[in-house]
């Protein structure tokens, strides 16, 4: 089948999947783009599945200071390698977990999975990692974080 290449393309750029994954949606979707787009989705959420159990040894300290500068978190997030750990999607995952972190002031990180994503109430941040995991295709946790208040 031939997709076009504005739909590859566009559906690319807006799931941040591969090519090769973009077409093989597209055509198995009859070029239908959201249909497509849905499959991605839930291909990925297999791939994500997979990865669960893997170790973690590697990964980021991320330090988040909220504009105020009274409230931080520390986040200690781990991935399978050095390699993912230096990606910009890590890094932006690390970044909005941090910001959920200092938002919500979960009690533990089972709270902080189960929670809604400050930017997308449909998603919970397990749900989020999750699709950075079917993106970068290595298993993500999170080991431990800190927040920290002024006057707490």
Known sequence: ???PIELLKKLREETGAGIADCRQALEDANNEYDKAKQLLQERGLEKAKKKEGKETAEGIIYAYIHATNK???LLDIRCETDFVARTDDFKHLAKEISMQIAAMN???IQELLQSEYIRDPKLTIEQLIKSVIAKVGENITIARFA????GQ
């Open 71 to 73: 409230v931080g978190v």
């Open 106 to 108: 979960p009690k533990d």
């Open 1 to 3: 089948m031939n997709v």
């Open 147 to 150: 927040r920290m208040e002024v």
